[in-house]
């Protein structure tokens, strides 16, 4: 779910919380750039995902953010790691990246003490989607 300023509260994610937990769906992905109203945003998207009973995890896009970001992105994870809307696996906070693989986990220093790296969790870059991807 991208991120976008114009929702002014968290009930502006609901019907899109509610639509996906219809279909099946149990979490999103907030994609996030380094916009001034990212984490306005991620507050809603946060609290929407907890009264109705979803999941969300923050995916950090650098294109915007830079790989020496990483204690900016430290604290975001320590800020909404701890939420009750937070997705977890294996009781650890789950986070993506959009081209974020050179990040030096060691210097995101405000990590909360659930997570001891980011590379603990290893998911596919792409999906089995031959038509749309090709081997490199």
């Known amino acids: 779910m991208g991120i976008v300023p114009n929702r002014a509260s968290a009930s502006d994610y609901d019907s899109d919380m509610k639509l996906a937990k219809a279909a099946g769906i149990d979490a999103f992905a907030l994609n996030i750039g380094t916009d001034d109203y990212a ?3 991620l507050n809603y998207g946060y609290e929407s ?3 109705n009973d979803m999941k969300v995890f923050i995916s950090f896009d650098f ?4 790989t020496g970001d990483a204690a900016t992105v430290g604290g975001m ?5 701890s939420k009750p809307g937070q997705l977890k696996v294996d009781g650890k906070v789950f ?16 990590l909360p003490d659930q997570i ?3 590379r603990q969790i290893s ?11 090709t081997e490199h």
Do not use: H
Request: hydrophobic share 30%; glycine share 8%; proline share 7%.
């Open 95 to 110: 986070v993506s990246s959009f081209i974020g693989d050179g990040l030096d986990v060691g210097q995101c220093d405000k």
């Open 49 to 51: 995902a907890s009264n």
């Open 77 to 81: 994870i320590k800020t909404y790691g």
């Open 63 to 66: 294109n915007w953010f830079s």
């Open 39 to 41: 984490e306005e945003q």
């Open 116 to 118: 001891s790296t980011l």
């Open 123 to 133: 998911i596919p870059t792409r999906l089995p989607m031959p038509e749309y991807w």
